[in-house]
Nanobody, 123 residues
Framework: QVQLVESGGGSVRPGGSLRLSCTLS?????????MTWFRQAPGSQRELVAS???????HYGVFVKGRFTISRDSAHKSMYLQMNDLDPADTAVYYC????????????????WGQGIQVTVAS
């Protein structure tokens, strides 16, 4: 069974930075997955933060505005999200997802999810 575990969340002040990590275990298929970060704030819909494909194709949510960088490391079966210039609007639970690539927009429908990790941006 595929498992995804997030780490690196916490509380930061506006303008601060966090680096989220997601590590996959349970199979040897990491390099075949589109890896994704979603987030969900209280009272809001889940939204795609960023994704990175097998071949390094990257998408960001429109709200990212150059502040975040997604990356992946096949050797460690891990994905990362470097978040800079954080704003209170970034406060949410962040979820790691792994999506099998069935074609366009597969990143929006991961088959596997992490448990989520809290990111809080406040003074």
């Amino acid at each position: 069974q595929v498992q995804l575990v997030e780490s690196g969340g916490g509380s930061v002040r506006p303008g601060g930075s966090l680096r989220l990590s997601c590590t996959l275990s349970g199979d040897d298929m990491f390099s075949t997955y589109i890896m994704t970060w979603f987030r969900q704030a209280p009272g809001s819909q889940r939204e795609l933060v960023a994704s990175i494909s097998t071949f390094g194709i990257i998408h960001y949510g429109v709200f990212v505005k150059g502040r975040f960088t997604i990356s992946r490391d096949s050797a460690h079966k891990s994905m990362y999200l470097q978040m800079n210039d954080l704003d209170p609007a970034d406060t949410a639970v962040y979820y790691c997802g792994a999506a099998r690539n069935f074609g366009p927009h597969s990143r929006r429908h991961p088959q596997y999810w992490g448990q989520g990790i809290q990111v809080t941006v406040a003074s």
